[in-house]
Structures are given as structure tokens and as C-alpha cells.
């Protein structure tokens, strides 16, 4: 399990926004307001609905800077 939740977290540090306004940046560097918002109004279904939620939920709590770490200690490959 504690594997899955590692792949879980590395995998979200690289995902990238895929559409609307804040297409390409990453998940994480997402202004908090458009989190809230998303949060409040339209959070899709699916993967990436429940990566936005966990978002939300680090951004909430302060835990960006994990998040930032993974993207320095395990870089996207290819």
C-alpha cells in the first residue's frame, strides 16, 4: 500500500493542468482560488478530480512544499 501512495503522490507532483485557463501549469501551483473555486463549483469526476481534491486538501494545510519536494527528489522522466 505504502508503495501505491508513493507512485500516488509522485504522480501527482507531475500533473499538469489539461484544460481551461490554467492549462499546462501544474496541479500544485494552481492559485488557491481557482482551487477553491473549482472545489465549490465544477471539481471533475474521474482522476483528476480526486488529484484536484488532494490539492485542495495540501494547499489547506500548508503541505505544498511536499509536493515541491517530490518534483526535485524524483523528476519526470521522458
Not at 486538501?57 to 526535485?72: A, D, F, S, T, W
Amino acid at each position: 500500500m505504502k508503495n501505491e501512495q508513493h507512485a500516488f503522490l509522485i504522480e501527482l507532483a507531475h500533473t499538469k493542468m489539461p484544460y481551461g485557463k490554467y492549462e499546462g501549469r501544474y496541479l500544485i501551483d494552481l492559485p488557491e482560488y481557482y482551487m477553491v473555486w473549482l472545489h465549490n463549483n465544477r471539481l471533475p469526476k474521474g482522476k483528476l478530480g480526486e488529484q484536484l481534491k488532494l490539492v485542495h486538501e495540501l494547499k489547506l494545510n500548508g503541505l505544498e512544499p511536499l509536493i515541491r519536494n517530490i518534483q526535485k527528489t524524483h523528476p519526470k522522466k521522458g
